[in-house]
T-cell receptor, first 115, second 114 residues
Framework: AQSVTQLDSHVSVSEGTPVLLRCNYSSSYSPSLFWYVQHPNKGLQLLLKYTSAATLVKGINGFEAEFKKSETSFHLTKPSAHMSDAAEYFCVVSGGSGGYNKLIFGAGTRLAVHP | DAGVIQSPRHEVTEMGQEVTLRCKPISGHNSLFWYRQTMMRGLELLIYFNNNVPIDDSGMPEDRFSAKMPNASFSTLKIQPSEPRDSAVYFC????????????FGAGSRLTVL
């Protein structure tokens, strides 16, 4: 069965410092992986997606993620945090035995950015 | 395009009352999904439709929940009777199937059942 684990429920960084949000997945198949962001009282917005093309995926707002099959990881990074990055981030896996339509969401990582 | 539109944004009701949540997907998207988000359980898929037909409703918690999609531009999620444990944020999302399995989410409907 597919699953996704976000290793940190909360991450706190200072503005201008790097961001690292960690995600590990479990899948018997070649998965599709996504990162979504949810700002307070808003819906989820796609940041980036991996669908078996380049392993380093660039997304919106300066975020990127690297697919590492050997480590079953898909960590999200950004070189320099901005106050507007404060939000909740979800790592998502789809495909495999759950099917194309089964998106499995991680529990989320809440990112706080301090001045 | 205005995106996925959900209404109401907030609903407060009393236990036992009927609740109807509404969703207008993005024009041209042919799949529609209803999710529920709670602190305890995170995001759960309740049901999804493809070309207005319900495909998988295995996530619907119990018979009190029902969903319909009478046409390509409208869907409802109904809870009757509502219970306090139904309190959550309910999201609707739509997708164009020819794309890369990317869902576009609405802003959500926050339901509080007293």
């Amino acid at each position: 069965a597919q699953s996704v684990t976000q290793l940190d429920s909360h991450v706190s960084v200072s503005e201008g410092t790097p961001v690292l949000l960690r995600c590990n997945y479990s899948s018997s198949y070649s998965p599709s992986l996504f990162w979504y962001v949810q700002h307070p009282n808003k819906g989820l917005q796609l940041l980036l997606k991996y669908t078996s093309a380049a392993t380093l995926v660039k997304g919106i707002n300066g975020f990127e993620a690297e697919f590492k099959k050997s480590e079953t990881s898909f960590h999200l990074t950004k070189p320099s945090a901005h106050m507007s990055d404060a939000a909740e981030y979800f790592c998502v896996v789809s495909g495999g035995s759950g099917g194309y339509n089964k998106l499995i969401f991680g529990a989320g990582t809440r990112l706080a950015v301090h001045p | 395009d205005a995106g996925v539109i959900q209404s109401p944004r907030h609903e407060v009701t009393e236990m036992g009352q009927e609740v109807t949540l509404r969703c207008k997907p993005i024009s041209g998207h042919n799949s529609l999904f209803w999710y529920r988000q709670t602190m305890m359980r995170g995001l759960e898929l309740l049901i999804y439709f493809n070309n207005n037909v319900p495909i998988d409703d295995s996530g619907m918690p119990e018979d009190r929940f029902s969903a319909k999609m009478p046409n390509a531009s409208f869907s409802t999620l109904k809870i009757q009777p509502s219970e306090p444990r139904d309190s959550a944020v309910y999201f609707c999302a739509s997708r164009q199937d020819s794309g890369a399995n990317v869902l576009t989410f609405g802003a959500g409907s926050r339901l509080t059942v007293l």
